[in-house]
């Protein structure tokens, strides 16, 4: 059964940091690439950052000087350190897993394989 876990949420203040870790199994983690999304309330989900299986990296713009994505295969989990937490980053954070290349752009929710059923982080003034 493939199954994908995140835990390190929570509630943090603007300005700290929290690590976001997704423990995988079931699949073959070292063949695919694995994203972070997330969707805070009243907007669209989106793609925070991915990384492929050759460790090739993605992140959207307003993370991309803050947010850190790394994986261990040897533990098959994925991490995203998050940095310099803002109130806009309030959001449910879902993992996923599937076939990604940089030439793609953002990965798309869709066109992942499997997911996970998210975490909430919530950002306070």
């Known amino acids: 059964e493939v199954q994908l876990v995140e835990s390190g949420g929570g509630l943090v203040q603007a300005g700290g940091s929290l690590q976001l870790s997704c423990a995988t199994s079931g699949f073959t983690f070292d063949d695919y690439a694995l994203g972070w999304f997330r969707q805070a309330p009243g907007k669209e989900r989106e793609a925070v950052a991915c990384v492929s299986a050759d460790g090739d990296l993605f992140y959207s713009d307003s993370v991309k000087d803050r947010f850190t994505i790394s994986r261990d295969n040897v533990k098959n989990t994925v991490y995203l350190q998050m940095n310099g937490l803002k109130l806009v980053d309030t959001a449910v954070y879902s993992c996923?897993?599937?076939?990604?290349?940089?030439?793609?752009?953002?990965?798309?929710?869709?066109?992942?394989?499997?997911w996970g059923e998210g975490i909430l982080v919530t950002v306070s003034s």
């Open positions: 996923s897993a599937g076939f990604w290349l940089p030439s793609y752009g953002a990965p798309e929710w869709d066109s992942m394989d499997y």
